[in-house]
């Protein structure tokens, strides 16, 4: 069972319509697109892949990762969420849980040019102001269950970079 499915599976049993690799723009497809009569969600599985021109830099490579996929997808639903299995501990950027400083906006986008180019780290500069990350979903694959982060919780995750 794919990590999207299990995923699915429990928004379901919390009360929403799933749809998986659900376009929500006409160009982006969501990995879990989820919606009910309060709110809608977007969750974007995270499997800890790394090309391998960057496993020397998986963890900053990572962080970029969280940046783009943050700035895609949560200015369009009213929570976004990264999952990830539950082996996994992915480095989450600072500037993804709070109100960024101008420095922290050009140190963003200094990190994504490094890894995904100009394009990139210019759309950080510009969406990254409105662009949260409500929690990380850790799913436990054998037992087809989710766990949710939020706030404090996230803490032990949280990697604050500069130069």
Not at 27 to 37: F, K, L, R, S
Not at 73 to 98: K, M
């Amino acid at each position: 069972m794919t990590l999207q499915r299990i995923v699915g599976s429990w928004l379901k049993e919390n009360g929403f319509q799933v749809y998986l690799e659900h376009t929500v723009d006409g160009i982006h497809y969501a990995d879990v697109y989820a919606i009910n009569d309060a709110k809608d969600v977007i969750v974007e599985v995270e499997t800890g892949y790394v090309p391998p021109m960057f496993i020397g830099e998986a963890e900053t490579y990572m962080l970029a990762r969280s940046i783009v996929k943050t700035i895609k997808y949560a200015p369009l639903a009213d929570e976004f969420y990264i999952a990830t299995p539950s082996y996994i501990r992915l480095p989450i950027p600072h500037v993804l849980l709070t109100t960024p400083s101008d420095e922290d906006l050009v140190l963003a986008s200094l990190l994504v040019k490094r890894f995904f180019g100009e394009r990139w780290a210019d759309e950080t500069l510009r969406r990254l102001r409105d662009s949260r990350l409500d929690g990380v979903l850790l799913v436990e694959v054998a037992r087809r269950s989710v766990s949710v982060l939020k706030g404090d919780e996230l803490r032990p995750y949280l990697v604050v970079y500069g130069p």
